[in-house]
């Protein structure tokens, strides 16, 4: 078998050493960012909220009831309105419920948006079940047009006792340049 | 069998000679520290008083930025190299480094980097304005164009250092004299083994931050962009991961070079020497894991901001082994108080009060009120200014004899020791206060509540340039002028590089010394 | 003078000290503000004990070391003929120099616990504000009220650039500040529009970042009314120093009134909306509007900063096609530092700005707008 390592001690742990440095370069772009997903995703770090969801059962537990507070925000250069239709519903755990967001487009030119939640408390996210959301999708708008957009929840049953009111938030992005090709392609939010 | 040099300017070019790569480094991180100086007072001098009176805020942000990032790029940590390619062979018994070449080719990119971040000064929309640790998205959608440039110079910095740390590491591990165990080494030659370690280990994290910025920037990626499924925390965490041990990078050599010079001065053997080295590897290791304390503010679920809190606080027990091991050493002792000795106590005294600081803003709930404002500005200017910046003017003026062949007058020496401890003691200990009251830091102009502690801080920032340009002097009219130096230089130091002649002959241990 | 608040200088504390009259003395160590506030909440009462707590621990451990570094440095001089010991190590003192400061620390880690599990307990909350961070200005939305407002800095330009005398409140003062109730939980949700910002009051004891994209939260209770003010602290930019914020705590009673009156006030604006502005009107309201929200970075002379900020005096858009015009200032510039300010000033104010422009520092143009075209504008009309 062919030795792998130099017969120079002295270049042997410049190899040693170069591979460590480029182990961590590889490690931070390629490992970092999706360990950091995991990690959100396990604490609700970031209130990031899963993606679609498949209901597994309906029992519903009808001796708690949860508020829920629906916000939008823009980010900066999006000149869309966007805003839910209600501001707070309440829900049972384990009931499917739905909500519009609605959305116009004032600009004479068409657009596409990006939603993207989060919700606080952060240790709700793992609870808080969408099946739909126009937050799976971008959303395009054309110039002067309006839409309504659905988003179907259930909260778990398995919902920890002392959280009774729950946040979301969707930050409205534009994002007609990066997809100017009008491609419209899933993303997992 | 000892050739000299060759002359003019190929020898610099050309020098694959550890004294030589040495001495540029030294100078280039000089001239770096004289041009980072300079960026502190336009910002000092804006703060003189309330009001905008000299600079437009954009550029006081664009100050703010290259100042950190020459101080911690170009003036510290090439200071540290520039030491370490000195002392390391010498102190270990070695003839040179152990790659060369690659130590030539590791100095001479550092200078087109800096060129290249100093241009941007001159660029349209100006330099890098989002602070030195460049927060997404300020640094990536919301940044001067200059972004770019700032990258490479980045990346080039990066390569540097890590081909420096390569080269000290094959040199320590593989060039000892016989004899020369691990821990016979002097503690120099242990923090600056760890330091590279820590080099290799996260300056590719930095260069893997940046590139995820030049792609976010160029191509459309949004590693740090929330609007196709980034986030811009990520990038702080990575940051930090790099930026922690980063902080340790400019401290760990300077306790190598106060262990050295206390000894000496006062005629007693290090106290703990191996407790030290455990110290310093305990203080690298746990560098690792608290990085998420610079962080406290943004929001971690509770668990993650206890762990990193319980983490932060542990590092105080290290660092205090070594506080403690120093006043041992200097404990019934025999002292005298030349300049490097002058210089290595103020930095036990300093260090241990930007220490105590440190450990206040690792209290995570306390931290939501010093977080991002001039309370934090002084700690890690209390760590940095007497911890590194004080270490490297004491290894200059314990070793420059050696270097030179010539001493530096004492006088002169303790006058800049006065002027620099005055100085810097009257610029950053009132930034303590006007942090507390609730000045942020990054802020071009503030409320008059605020007034008195910055003008004094100004004044006192003045004081502290002053004092570098006489340290210029002093070393120069040294090197020129000096009086002939003895070969051991002081009473009895300890160490392979007191028993060459001064100065050190360009080629030393040729043959290898004999260590007991 | 420097100081102008105040009018003194800090070299009389010098003097003070030496007259030693007690009454001055105490002025002048209220005058010169060196400690972390104590706050008006009980978490910013719990943070300032914990702080103070802190300080003496590291007080008494200095005392200790530096007593042994300086007791070593006045009589173990070689001056004084002192011969050194020979000793450097002990495994005992370097167990003992181990284990007590880790006692130490964890005597400090327990109240820091408790206060911090305190601190993450947002349940049970009376209100919701809503707090959005803009280059360089605050976004306020009380969350059950339907009711959202900017709060922008109202330090005039002339304070800032030295023509005029500095007022007590310079920097830290906005045109509209966030009124809250004393003594109910208070939940703040924080997030930015476009970089990340900070939003710290140091009385509440409250600071957290606000990041684009994302949602964090906060919480506090004050006990006392009165005027609180804080500042941006995360480098957001240009005016990132120039974006205080400022919270008036009232009662209850006085909280409801000024709810009442400020709903009214909205109604108001969008009567505003349909009314028909003469002129002068709209240039003079142009006037203050350009001064506080544009002449940051297109100066109070209209002429930019060449190679930052464009011109409009002479040049550009406000010499251009008043659509184009209406266009940039409501929908902003993508890729530059131009913000949509469709969604941060009123119709009013917006055709108030675009006509001033374009009559102001002799552009001369002789048109304007009416709010009625600013909104069937944000209609996509």
Same mark, same amino acid.
């Given at each position: ?15 040693? %050493? ?130 309504? %957009? ?21 930050? %409205? ?17 | ?20 790569? +040495? ?9 770096? &520290?004289?041009?980072? +100086? ?5 910002? /000092?001098?804006?703060? &003189? ?31 540290? @190299? ?24 590791? &100095?001479?990119? *550092? =200078? ?8 941007? *000064? ?14 997404? =998205? ?5 940044? #001067? ?30 060039? /000892? ?11 120099? @030659? ?14 590719? @994290? ?94 971690? =679920? ?62 995570? #709930? ?34 420059? #004899? ?57 004044? +006192? ?39 060459? #002649? ?9 043959? =290898?010394?004999?260590?007991? | ?65 530096? $007593? ?9 001089? !070689? ?68 009711? $959202?407002?900017?709060?922008?800095? $109202? ?29 109910? !939980? ?87 909306? $349909? ?58 510039? !993508? ?47």
């Amino acid at each position: 078998m062919k030795r792998l390592m130099p017969d120079n001690p002295i270049h042997a742990i410049c190899l040693k %050493l170069g591979a460590l440095g480029v182990g961590m370069f590889v490690f931070a772009i390629w490992v970092m960012p999706p360990m950091y997903d995991v990690f959100c995703e396990i604490t609700g770090l970031n209130g990031k909220t899963g993606g679609p969801y498949q209901a597994v059962s309906a029992e519903v537990d009808t001796s708690r009831t949860i508020t829920v507070q629906f916000v939008a925000t823009n980010n900066e250069g999006m000149p869309w309105q966007f805003a839910p239709e209600v501001r707070t519903v309440k829900v049972h755990p384990g009931e499917q419920k739905r909500i519009n967001y609605h959305a116009v487009n004032p600009t004479d030119r068409d657009m596409i948006g990006q939603a993207i939640p989060s919700l606080v408390p952060f240790k709700a996210a793992n609870y808080f079940h969408k099946t739909e959301c126009f937050c799976f999708e971008q959303q395009p708008l054309k110039a002067g047009e309006s839409a309504e %957009l659905p988003m179907y929840f259930i909260i778990d049953q398995d919902i920890p006792e002392n959280i009774h009111t729950i946040t979301l938030s969707y930050a %409205l992005f534009d994002v007609t340049e990066r997809y100017a090709d009008n491609k419209v392609t899933k993303v997992t939010q | 069998m000892a050739h000299g040099p060759a002359k003019g300017i190929a020898r610099w070019l050309y020098t694959t000679n550890h004294k030589d790569i +040495g001495s540029m480094y030294l100078w280039f991180s000089f001239a770096m &520290f004289l041009l980072g +100086g300079v960026f502190a007072l336009v910002i /000092r001098a804006e703060l &003189f008083q309330p009001g905008l009176q000299i600079v437009d805020p954009n550029f006081f942000n664009q100050m703010t930025t290259m100042h950190g990032l020459v101080m911690v790029f170009g003036a510290v940590m090439p200071a540290f @190299v520039g030491l370490a390619n000195w002392m390391v062979p010498m102190m270990i018994g070695a003839p040179d480094m152990a790659l060369p070449r690659m130590n030539n080719w590791s &100095f001479w990119i *550092l =200078p087109f980097a800096f060129a290249m971040l100093t241009s941007t *000064l001159f660029m349209e929309g100006g330099a890098p304005n989002f602070g030195w640790t460049f927060y997404a =998205p300020l640094s990536t959608t919301y940044a #001067p164009p200059s972004v770019t440039f700032f990258i490479f110079a980045i990346h080039i910095m990066g390569a540097s250092s890590i081909m420096g740390a390569i080269n000290i590491i094959a040199t320590i591990l593989n060039m /000892r004299a016989p004899g020369m165990t691990l821990m016979k080494m002097p503690l120099f @030659v242990w923090t600056w083994l760890i330091t590279a370690y820590l080099l290799i280990a996260v300056m590719p @994290v930095l260069a893997g931050v940046v590139t995820m910025m030049l792609m976010d920037i160029h191509f459309g990626t949004s590693f740090f962009n929330a609007a196709g499924g980034g986030d811009p925390v990520l990038f702080q965490h990575i940051f930090w991961f790099f930026g922690h041990p980063e902080v340790y990078i400019m401290i760990l050599p300077a306790f190598g070079i106060v262990s050295a010079i206390i000894p000496t001065f006062s005629r007693k053997p290090l106290f703990g020497y191996a407790s030290m080295v455990y110290a310093t590897a305990s203080i690298a290791f746990l560098s690792f894991i608290v990085w998420a304390h610079h962080m406290f503010t943004v929001g971690m =679920p509770l668990a993650g901001e206890l762990f990193f809190m319980y983490a932060t606080m542990l590092i105080a027990v290290p660092t205090g082994v070594k506080v403690f091991n120093w006043t041992a050493t200097m404990f019934k002792g025999s002292l005298t108080f030349e300049t490097p000795m002058l210089f290595s106590i103020a930095f036990v005294i300093l260090f241990t009060i930007g220490g105590f600081s440190g450990l206040m803003l690792a209290i995570a #709930p306390a931290d939501f009120q010093y977080h991002d404002t001039y309370f934090v500005v002084a700690h890690f200017h209390y760590v940095l200014v007497p911890g590194a910046i004080f270490s490297i003017t004491a290894a200059v003026y314990y070793w420059l #004899p050696k270097w030179s062949g010539r001493m530096y007058s004492e006088v002169m020496g303790k006058t800049h020791f006065w002027l620099a401890f005055i100085g810097l003691n009257v610029t950053f200990f009132p930034m303590h206060f006007s942090g507390l009251a609730g000045m942020p830091r990054r802020i071009p102009d503030y409320h008059m509540m605020f007034a008195d502690w910055n003008m004094i801080s100004s004044i +006192g920032a003045f004081l502290f340039g002053g004092a570098q340009v006489l340290f210029l002097y002093i070393v120069i009219s040294t090197i020129v002028s000096g009086r002939k130096a003895t070969d051991k230089v002081w009473e009895n130091p300890e160490g392979l590089e007191w028993t060459v #002649p001064s100065p050190a002959p360009y080629h030393t241990f040729s043959t =290898p010394p004999e260590v007991k | 003078m420097l100081n102008r608040a105040h009018g003194r200088s800090p070299w009389l504390l010098a003097p003070a000290l030496l007259v030693g009259s007690y009454q001055s003395l105490a002025e002048e160590v209220e005058r010169w503000k060196y400690n972390m506030p104590e706050g008006v909440t009980p978490v910013s009462q719990n943070i300032h004990g914990l702080h103070m707590e802190m300080f003496w621990w590291c007080v008494g451990i200095g005392v200790v070391v530096f $007593s042994i570094m300086l007791f070593s440095m006045i009589f173990h001089r !070689k001056s004084r003929g002192v011969k050194p010991a020979h000793f450097h190590e002990s495994t005992t003192l370097e167990i003992i120099w181990t284990v007590i400061p880790v006692v130490i620390l964890i005597l400090m880690a327990i109240p820091a616990t408790k206060s911090l599990i305190n601190l993450y307990d947002t349940s049970e909350a009376d209100m919701d504000v809503l707090i959005t961070g803009y280059q360089w200005r605050w976004k306020y939305d009380y969350v059950d009220e339907d009711l $959202s407002f900017f709060s922008s800095l $109202s330090t005039p330009r002339e304070q800032i650039e030295g023509l005029a005398p500095k007022g007590p409140h310079y920097l830290l003062e906005v045109d509209e500040p966030l009124v809250v109730p004393i003594n109910k !939980k208070i939940r703040f949700l924080i997030t930015a529009n476009d970089v990340i910002h900070a939003w710290w009051v140091p009385a509440l004891g409250v600071k957290k970042d606000a990041i684009p994209g994302f949602i964090k939260e906060s919480w506090t209770i004050i006990n006392e009314p009165g005027v609180y003010r804080g500042q941006c602290a995360e480098l957001c930019g240009r005016d990132h120093g120039f974006m205080p914020i400022v919270v008036d705590a009232r009662t209850e009673e006085d909280y409801r009134a000024w709810l009442q009156e400020k709903q009214a006030a909205a109604a108001a604006i969008r009567e505003l909306t $349909s009314k028909t502005f003469t002129f002068d009107e709209l240039y003079a309201r142009g006037e203050e509007v350009y001064n506080r929200s544009c002449a940051a970075c297109h100066q109070v002379n209209g002429e930019g900063i060449p190679g930052t900020f464009p011109s409009l005096k002479g040049v550009g858009v406000a010499v251009g096609p008043i659509d184009h015009h209406i266009d940039v200032v409501v929908n902003g510039v !993508k890729g530059t530092a131009m913000q949509a300010f469709g969604p941060q000033l009123s119709e009013v104010d917006i055709a108030a700005v675009v006509t001033y422009e374009r009559n102001a520092w002799g552009n001369n143009m002789g048109d304007m707008t009416q709010p009625i075209d600013i909104y069937n504008h944000k209609q996509g009309n």
